[in-house]
């Protein structure tokens, strides 16, 4: 494959002047879609794609061999060119190719094995067997974590809370601490009775600076409260780390360096803290969502595969229309940590300026990604996004009905009604416009570009699908890009500075600003 983004031809250049209003029609909408597992579709009727553009897009694809490189992803290449590592999130929720042995350890048996300690471990807590330091029994479990430790786990357990209260599964409510700022941690635990609070301490390193200054935090609070903090904290961290196996935890659940921290959400850095609240059978019907994404995603013909879609789109509208952003948009409350984690995923994942082989890229790549709920980002930068110098392609997230059982019809209908009405005009809205000679300022030019994930609810299996089709499709644009989507080196410049800051800068510069800041 080539080593750069190539154009695809002159055929896949000829849509930019396409126009959505006379491209947007109802048969085109009915057409347009593909299914994207757990029961979720992905439509892009919306999008400034002809037949032209998606051959364009197809052949590029072939000639990238996007879906051999997942094939050689997920039966244990060395895709982490940079930290010369396999990249295995996939195998977390289900065997799609060859088993993966390292080390002679099965590695789809050892994580496995891990998601059964989980499930032996939430059992032994809502039976009263594993209790805290007075003898009470555990009530609220709290995670301990940053980055992707912390926006994924949190992203997924407030997509299902309602869920699960509805239905009488919620075992356990959960919180997070991950900012370094102490004002995090103490908020959190200002609200808790620490006698019946578990913590999990989530760091694959066991080294990461802001996790463990919380870490100590919350022990300080324990012991000042007569607690033991070993009775009330398990860890979740690699076998190698100084957390494992460690007589300051109650127990230990690993997960290894194969697991990125951004698409560890499936793993034990996610699967603990969702099988203590929602029990084991949930988060086994998260992973099973996920892993009927990832079978779908193996399909080499872009009109089938909706991963692969709405990867190419996204590459047709970084490189070739030049958009820099893109808005994701979930008519759903649910979802309202979802675009603070596909953040990371996107940006941590794509935000590179040099290929695989270290060569300094001449081309775009990741775009910047933002987004909140619907209806409430209406009311904020839709603004922009209607009528702005920028063109943003929107990413639209919709369900049928809602988690919740009530609701009530006020001027002929219902609040669920109303959101996916809003949704439904919004997409409009933007696709098509609306003209006024008279009045600049109320003129709408549309042509403003949308896709569509929709389902019938957010339920788990939809839940785990959704995550999936994300990871996905950050992928095969890292492939098509040919970036290593599995490091993240931008992260690491950071944590040296500061250690060189609290250890007393030498570069005057960083003397300064430390000054400024009392450090």
């Given at each position: 494959?080539?080593?750069?983004?190539?154009?695809?031809?002159?055929?896949?250049?000829?849509?930019?002047?396409?126009?959505?209003?006379?491209?947007?029609?109802?048969?085109?909408?009915?057409?347009?879609?593909?299914?994207?597992?757990?029961?979720?579709?992905?439509?892009?009727?919306?999008?400034?794609?002809?037949?032209?553009?998606?051959?364009?897009?197809?052949?590029?694809?072939?000639?990238?061999?996007?879906?051999?490189?997942?094939?050689?992803?997920?039966?244990?290449?060395?895709?982490?060119?940079?930290?010369?590592?396999?990249?295995?999130?996939?195998?977390?929720?289900?065997?799609?190719?060859?088993?993966?042995?390292?080390?002679g350890k099965d590695l789809g048996a050892f994580y496995a094995q891990q998601q059964q300690k989980i499930a032996k471990f939430c059992a032994e807590v809502y039976?009263?067997?594993?209790?805290?330091?007075?003898?009470?029994?555990?009530?609220?479990?709290?995670?301990?974590?940053?980055?992707?430790?912390?926006?994924?786990?949190?992203?997924?357990?407030?997509?299902?809370?309602?869920?699960?209260?509805?239905?009488?599964?919620?075992?356990?409510?959960?919180?997070?601490?991950?900012?370094?700022?102490?004002?995090?941690?103490?908020?959190?635990?200002?609200?808790?009775?620490?006698?019946?609070?578990?913590?999990?301490?989530?760091?694959?390193?066991?080294?990461?600076?802001?996790?463990?200054?919380?870490?100590?935090?919350?022990?300080?609070?324990?012991?000042?409260?007569?607690?033991?903090?070993?009775?009330?904290?398990?860890?979740?961290?690699?076998?190698?780390?100084?957390?494992?196996?460690?007589?300051?935890?109650?127990?230990?659940?690993?997960?290894?360096?194969?697991?990125?921290?951004?698409?560890?959400?499936?793993?034990?850095?996610?699967?603990?803290?969702?099988?203590?609240?929602?029990?084991?059978?949930?988060?086994?019907?998260?992973?099973?969502?996920?892993?009927?994404?990832?079978?779908?995603?193996?399909?080499?013909?872009?009109?089938?595969?909706?991963?692969?879609?709405?990867?190419?789109?996204?590459?047709?509208?970084?490189?070739?229309?030049?958009?820099?952003?893109?808005?994701?948009?979930?008519?759903?409350?649910?979802?309202?940590?979802?675009?603070?984690?596909?953040?990371?995923?996107?940006?941590?994942?794509?935000?590179?300026?040099?290929?695989?082989?270290?060569?300094?890229?001449?081309?775009?790549?990741?775009?910047?990604?933002?987004?909140?709920?619907?209806?409430?980002?209406?009311?904020?930068?839709?603004?922009?996004?209607?009528?702005?110098?920028?063109?943003?392609?929107?990413?639209?997230?919709?369900?049928?009905?809602?988690?919740?059982?009530?609701?009530?019809?006020?001027?002929g209908s219902t609040s669920e009604k109303k959101l996916n009405a809003n949704l439904t005009a919004q997409i409009a809205a933007f696709?098509?416009?609306?003209?006024?000679?008279?009045?600049?300022?109320?003129?709408?030019?549309?042509?403003?570009?949308?896709?569509?994930?929709?389902?019938?609810?957010?339920?788990?299996?939809?839940?785990?699908?959704?995550?999936?089709?994300?990871?996905?499709?950050?992928?095969?644009?890292?492939?098509?890009?040919?970036?290593?989507?599995?490091?993240?080196?931008?992260?690491?410049?950071?944590?040296?500075?500061?250690?060189?800051?609290?250890?007393?800068?030498?570069?005057?510069?960083?003397?300064?600003?430390?000054?400024?800041?009392?450090?």
């Amino acid at each position: 494959a080539a080593s750069s983004t190539r154009r695809p031809g002159r055929r896949c250049s000829e849509g930019r002047a396409v126009s959505l209003k006379k491209l947007l029609t109802a048969e085109r909408i009915a057409q347009c879609s593909i299914p994207a597992g757990g029961g979720l579709t992905y439509n892009y009727a919306a999008k400034r794609v002809t037949d032209e553009v998606l051959a364009g897009l197809q052949q590029l694809a072939d000639e990238q061999q996007l879906i051999a490189k997942f094939q050689d992803l997920f039966n244990g290449a060395i895709a982490n060119v940079g930290e010369k590592r396999m990249v295995l999130h996939h195998l977390l929720r289900g065997q799609l190719g060859n088993p993966v042995v390292h080390g002679g350890k099965d590695l789809g048996a050892f994580y496995a094995q891990q998601q059964q300690k989980i499930a032996k471990f939430c059992a032994e807590v809502y039976k009263g067997e594993r209790k805290g330091s007075t003898g009470k029994e555990f009530e609220v479990a709290v995670q301990i974590g940053i980055g992707g430790s912390d926006l994924g786990p949190r992203a997924l357990y407030l997509a299902l809370e309602q869920y699960a209260r509805e239905r009488k599964l919620l075992k356990m409510q959960a919180r997070f601490i991950s900012n370094v700022d102490p004002d995090d941690a103490n908020a959190v635990l200002a609200g808790l009775n620490l006698e019946t609070t578990l913590f999990i301490l989530v760091s694959k390193s066991g080294i990461t600076q802001e996790t463990l200054a919380n870490e100590q935090l919350v022990r300080k609070k324990m012991t000042e409260a007569g607690l033991d903090p070993s009775k009330h904290m398990v860890a979740v961290t690699s076998e190698t780390s100084p957390l494992a196996k460690s007589s300051d935890y109650a127990d230990s659940f690993f997960i290894d360096d194969f697991i990125g921290g951004r698409y560890s959400s499936t793993s034990a850095v996610g699967g603990a803290i969702l099988s203590l609240a929602f029990g084991p059978t949930v988060f086994e019907e998260i992973l099973a969502g996920a892993h009927e994404a990832d079978a779908l995603a193996r399909n080499p013909n872009i009109r089938e595969n909706a991963a692969l879609m709405d990867a190419m789109i996204g590459v047709w509208e970084r490189n070739f229309l030049g958009y820099p952003c893109t808005a994701v948009l979930p008519y759903c409350q649910a979802l309202v940590r979802f675009p603070a984690h596909l953040q990371q995923l996107d940006m941590e994942s794509n935000g590179k300026c040099v290929n695989r082989d270290n060569e300094r890229l001449s081309y775009a790549t990741g775009p910047i990604v933002f987004g909140e709920p619907g209806t409430n980002g209406q009311h904020s930068f839709y603004q922009l996004l209607h009528q702005g110098t920028d063109v943003v392609p929107l990413q639209f997230v919709g369900f049928r009905t809602a988690q919740t059982g009530f609701d009530l019809d006020v001027e002929g209908s219902t609040s669920e009604k109303k959101l996916n009405a809003n949704l439904t005009a919004q997409i409009a809205a933007f696709a098509l416009g609306k003209e006024n000679n008279d009045n600049r300022n109320k003129n709408f030019e549309g042509e403003r570009p949308s896709s569509l994930l929709h389902g019938d609810q957010l339920t788990p299996k939809a839940l785990g699908a959704l995550l999936a089709h994300f990871e996905n499709k950050v992928m095969f644009q890292g492939f098509a890009w040919n970036v290593n989507s599995f490091d993240q080196e931008g992260v690491q410049l950071g944590k040296i500075l500061t250690k060189e800051v609290l250890a007393g800068a030498k570069d005057p510069r960083l003397a300064a600003y430390a000054k400024l800041l009392g450090v």
